[in-house]
T-cell receptor
């Protein structure tokens, strides 16, 4: 299996621009998570989906952030408009409840810089 | 108070030595516990799950103390390749929802 695939790996944009991050979970996994990691705040859960349905978005910072999962193999995290304080590494992770192990597998992350 | 707290370190460890560190958690209802490892500029990866009775995986030993609400990780015979940040992960009240600690940095020196 290719693992969780995220794109782009790096994104540099200017304040005010729209940013879209993409994630393909491991095939067969029914949970998908979006995290943000910064030096100051560590790894924060933004939102997670179960069977493509958003379950908990309480970690989404504000209305500028939105996430979708139109099907089992694709999810997006969008920031519009972006701000310098959004600069961080954004990770997507997926897991499979059926194996009972509760292990999350992470993608390589998208390193976002907002200038 | 953070839900999961770790000593950030760094723990500077001579190669071949033993290092141990803890993580405390605040939610007494937590049911699942893990240690993840994160290398510099890489994604977190599962190191090991932590079971109630404690468990070993090679040179790594994890313990859970529910009464005092902490988990521990011990690394024996440290290798240079053990240098990383170790993230304490605690499962919350919803399946799949984790709380991550900020990580403990371990630096193994020759």
């Amino acid at each position: 299996d290719a693992g969780v695939i995220q794109s782009p790996r790096h994104e540099v944009t200017e304040m005010g621009q729209e940013v879209t991050l993409r994630c393909k979970p491991i095939s067969g996994h029914d949970y998908l998570f979006w995290y943000r990691q910064t030096m100051m705040r560590g790894l924060e859960l933004l939102i997670y989906f179960n069977n493509n349905v958003p379950i908990d978005d309480s970690g989404m910072p504000e209305d500028r952030f939105s996430a979708k999962m139109p099907n089992a193999s694709f999810s997006t995290l969008k920031i519009q408009p972006s701000e310098p304080r959004d600069s961080a590494v954004y990770f997507c992770a997926s897991s499979f409840q059926g194996d009972g192990k509760n292990i999350q597998y992470f993608g390589a992350g998208t390193r976002l810089s907002v200038l | 108070r953070k839900e999961v707290e770790q000593d950030p370190g760094p723990f500077n460890v001579p190669e071949g030595a033993t290092v141990a560190f803890n993580c405390t958690y605040s939610n007494s209802a937590s049911q699942s516990f893990f240690w993840y490892r994160q290398d510099c500029r890489k994604e977190p990866k599962l190191l090991m799950s932590v079971y109630s009775s404690g468990n070993e995986d090679g040179r790594f030993t994890a313990q859970l103390n529910r009464a005092s609400q902490y988990i521990s990780l011990l690394i024996r015979d440290s290798k240079l390749s053990d240098s990383a940040t170790y993230l304490c992960v605690v499962g919350g009240d919803s399946w799949g929802k984790f709380q991550f600690g900020a990580g403990t940095q371990v630096v193994v020196t020759p």
